[in-house]
């Protein structure tokens, strides 16, 4: 059984800054796959972020702004944004695939799913 538990959401203003955490439940951080995902109010859910054996990648919208990172120790990982935007603004959630192998954003292999944490981003 694997759990996953975001946290670290809130509401900031344009420019601002929050640090998203993933702690996992169940399956290993340090050897898995895992990422981040939102969905904006009206919109589709959409991957920005993944980190596995090749290292972490994003979505071009998020490249320069955000870092996905591990802590190994604590079996949790990270999501840190920064220069956040309106556009910025949805439900986050941390997802892994389950295995040690990262899959595009779009593949059926996410199937660990957190409850997800909200960032709202003013202007």
């Known amino acids: 059984q694997v759990q996953i538990v975001e946290s670290g959401g809130g509401s900031v203003q344009a420019g601002g800054s929050l640090r998203l955490n993933c702690i996992v439940y169940g399956s290993s951080v340090p050897t898995g796959c895992f990422g981040w995902f939102r969905k904006a109010p009206g919109k589709e859910r959409v991957g920005v972020a993944r980190t596995g054996r090749r290292g972490p990648s994003y979505v071009d919208s998020v490249e320069g702004r955000f870092t996905i990172s591990r802590d190994n120790a604590k079996n949790t990982v990270y999501l840190e944004m920064n220069s956040l935007k309106p556009e910025d603004t949805g439900m986050y959630f941390c997802?892994?695939?389950?295995?040690?192998?990262?899959?595009?954003?779009?593949?059926?292999?996410?199937?660990?799913w957190g409850q997800g944490t909200q960032v709202t981003v003013s202007s």
């Open positions: 997802a892994s695939t389950g295995t040690p192998s990262c899959f595009p954003f779009t593949s059926k292999a996410w199937t660990h």
